[in-house]
């Protein structure tokens, strides 16, 4: 892969992050409104439903059936958990060893075309880095 590709591709990420962060920042509440609204509805379908199912099934009082219900859901809710600490830590496992490679990637397209420049368009590119944050720090602060 040439130096052109890793450099659109590292911009590419960075867009990404910054477009995901963008949204969490402005709209986390109305996000993880909704998604507690439908984890909460989707609790009370189960709830009612293993109610129902277990009052006719075992002809059991209100509070034999809460019981039941509770302990039922309880179980659910670890299996449920455990299969998500498992899929999300082989996620981030996987997620961190890409970066890693990336990272490589570009540490070295970098290093390249450093060391293929001249003094002059050295110094070109460090004043443009530090004026373009110098503006950048008045739309920030």
């Known amino acids: 892969m040439n130096n052109r590709q890793i450099y659109q591709k590292f911009i590419f990420h960075l867009s990404l992050l910054g477009i995901t962060i ?81 990272w490589m990637e570009f540490v070295g397209a970098i290093t390249q075309d450093w060391q293929a420049m001249t003094t002059t368009d050295r110094v070109l590119l460090a004043s443009a880095f530090l004026l373009v944050n110098y503006l950048a720090s008045f739309l920030l602060f």
């Open 22 to 102: 963008s949204v969490l920042v402005g709209f986390y509440d109305v996000i993880f409104d909704h998604i507690l609204e439908v984890l909460h509805l989707l609790f009370e379908v189960v709830e009612m439903t293993l109610d129902k199912l277990i009052e006719h099934m075992f002809e059991t009082e209100l509070h034999e059936t809460q019981l039941i219900v509770f302990y039922i859901l309880l179980v659910l809710v670890g299996i449920l958990v455990y299969f998500l600490w498992k899929v999300l830590a082989q996620l981030f496992r996987r997620a961190g060893h890409r970066m890693q490679i990336e």
